[in-house]
């Protein structure tokens, strides 16, 4: 079909096209159902049974909506066919039911009904039948006489006398011999797609709802996240703006200077004056006769470029012989 045709249709064209793919919509939501609900759905409590003479058996039970066959009457193959809905199954069936079955694909009506998965992988097991057209139509004759409307009709499988090997109900009713089913189920299964329809568009809703409420969150919060960013490119260079304030405190606290200073100069000499400012440091104080201070510094290997700081000899006084001198601390013991 392509867009042509859709526009030159006519209404009754168009209406079964839509019943079609109304169908084909259902088929698909029958399958998303798991298979042991669609199996106790499907099993018979109470039915109407056609005799081999033609005639029909009404059940007792009003609400008996199915029609069971005699085994007899139909042909049955086990076929391995791949995984699609009993719908696709049918038309597959049907098209190739001249090789499949016995008798000619024009004079007889198909059923099918899946198992299950086959022993070989990708496959399903799948049960088809026929029923001579000759025996639809007359059993078509004798529904009509009862004024009954089956929905399904088949016989019942060997080993469970409630459930149908197949139903060739949708068969029967695609060849006109069985009326349309009534508009009930039909309403159910359009309030079921409408309601999953609604499903989905809600969550669909709601998922775009939290994506937005998401993006607001981050929108929100990406004052507060560039100020982070910032701090975090600030880290490494505050980190070593510290590393190099701890180096330079370890190497140039005066109280070290104090105790390598208390170290070095002989015991017989006493500090009056000192000036440190960082890099440099100035001694001035008093020694007893016979030690020299400058020459104890320098011999020591604490300070860097030790060097008296007047040149001119200085009085010696009672309280001892006086020194002054400077001295780097680019090389301080440890």
Not at 16 to 21: D, F, I, P, S, V
Not at 139 to 144: H, P, Q, R, S
Not at 214 to 237: F, H, K, M, N, Y
Request: hydrophobic fraction near 45%; glycine fraction near 6%; charged fraction near 20%.
């Amino acid at each position: 079909m392509n867009l042509t045709e859709l526009l030159n249709a006519d209404m009754t064209t168009l209406s079964r096209w839509a019943r079609q793919g109304f169908d084909w919509w259902i088929g698909e939501l029958r399958t998303l159902l798991p298979a042991r609900l669609m199996g106790h759905a499907q099993r018979l409590r109470a039915f109407h049974r056609l005799e081999k003479n033609g005639s029909i058996h009404v059940s007792s039970d009003p609400n008996a909506d199915t029609l069971v066959l005699p085994a007899d009457m139909c042909f049955v193959r086990h076929l391995q066919l791949p995984p699609m809905s009993e719908a696709d199954l049918l038309a597959l069936v049907t098209l190739d039911a001249d090789r499949i079955m016995p008798v000619s694909a024009d004079e007889i009506v198909v059923g099918v009904r899946r198992i299950g998965p086959s022993v070989t992988p990708g496959l399903l097991d799948v049960v088809a039948g026929c029923l001579p057209l000759s025996r639809a139509r007359s059993m078509a004759a004798a529904i009509e006489a009862q004024g009954l409307a089956p929905a399904h009709i088949g016989p019942l499988t060997p080993d469970d006398e409630q459930a149908l090997t197949f139903d060739l109900a949708p068969a029967l009713r695609k060849a006109g011999l069985l009326p349309q089913r009534p508009a009930v189920a039909r309403v159910w299964w359009t309030a079921a797609a409408v309601l999953l329809l609604i499903n989905l568009g809600i969550a669909a809703l709601r998922e775009q709802q939290q994506v937005n409420q998401l993006q607001d969150l981050v929108t929100s919060q990406s004052t507060a996240l560039g100020a982070v960013r910032r701090i975090e490119d600030r880290l490494p260079l505050g980190t070593a703006s510290i590393e190099r304030l701890r180096a330079r405190r370890e190497k140039q606290q005066p109280r070290r200077t104090l105790a390598v200073l208390e170290r070095v100069l002989p015991q017989t000499c006493w500090v009056q004056r000192m000036e440190w400012d960082g890099a440099k440091v100035r001694v001035a104080g008093y020694c007893a006769e016979g030690a020299n201070p400058v020459a104890a510094v320098k011999a020591s290997g604490a300070f860097a470029f030790v060097r008296a700081s007047r040149a001119e000899s200085l009085a010696q006084t009672y309280s001892g012989k006086p020194f002054d001198f400077n001295a780097s601390l680019e090389r301080s013991s440890q």
